[in-house]
C-alpha cells in the first residue's frame, strides 16, 4: 500500500459549495471538495475528495489521490491512488498505481518507466551502460 502525504508547502482546499471553470495550475497541494470542469497542470499533490465531482480533459500532477468522482485523463509523474467507492472514467498514466476493491474504473492505463537520475552527457559510454542496467533490474 502506498502512503499519500502532502508535501511540505501550502495546502489550498476547494470546498464542497465551490465550482472552478477553467484551467488550474499549481506548484503545492490542492484538495478539491466541490466541483471541477476544466483542466489541471501541477508538480504537486492533487487530492480528489469523495464530495468532489470532476469533468476534465486531463490532470497532470506529481501525485494524485482519487476518493471522488473523475470524468478525464489522469497523468502523475509519481504515483495514483484510487480509493475504495470512487469512479474513474478515462485513461491513467503514472509509474506507481494502486486501486482499492470496489472502484468503478473505465479506461487504460500505462505504466511509466522510471528514467535514471544521471547526467547522460557526462558519463562515457560504459558508465551510462552502467547506470541504465543497474537501473532497471
Known amino acids: ?4 502525504n502532502m508535501k511540505e508547502g501550502n495546502v489550498t482546499v476547494l470546498g464542497q459549495k465551490t ?5 488550474l495550475e499549481f506548484t503545492d497541494n490542492l484538495v478539491i471538495t466541490g466541483k471541477f470542469d476544466g483542466k489541471i497542470e501541477s508538480s504537486g499533490n ?16 506529481d501525485s494524485i489521490l482519487v476518493s471522488g468522482d473523475v470524468e478525464g485523463d489522469l497523468y502523475a509523474n509519481s504515483k495514483i491512488e484510487i480509493t475504495s467507492g ?3 472514467v478515462g485513461d491513467i498514466s503514472t509509474l506507481r498505481l494502486r486501486i482499492d476493491d470496489n472502484v468503478d474504473f473505465h479506461g ?8 535514471p537520475d544521471v547526467d547522460i ?13 543497474t537501473f532497471s533490474e
Not at 1 to 4: K, T, V
Not at 19 to 23: K, N, R
Request: aromatic share 10%; charged share 20%; proline share 0%.
Open 46 to 61: 492533487l487530492k480528489i475528495d469523495k464530495t468532489a465531482h470532476c469533468q476534465v480533459s486531463k490532470i497532470a500532477a
Open 19 to 23: 465550482e472552478f471553470i477553467g484551467e
Open 86 to 88: 470512487s469512479r474513474v
Open 1 to 4: 500500500m502506498y502512503s499519500f
Open 108 to 115: 487504460q492505463v500505462t505504466m511509466l518507466e522510471a528514467t
Open 121 to 133: 552527457f557526462s558519463l562515457i559510454a560504459a558508465e551510462y551502460k552502467k547506470a541504465c542496467t
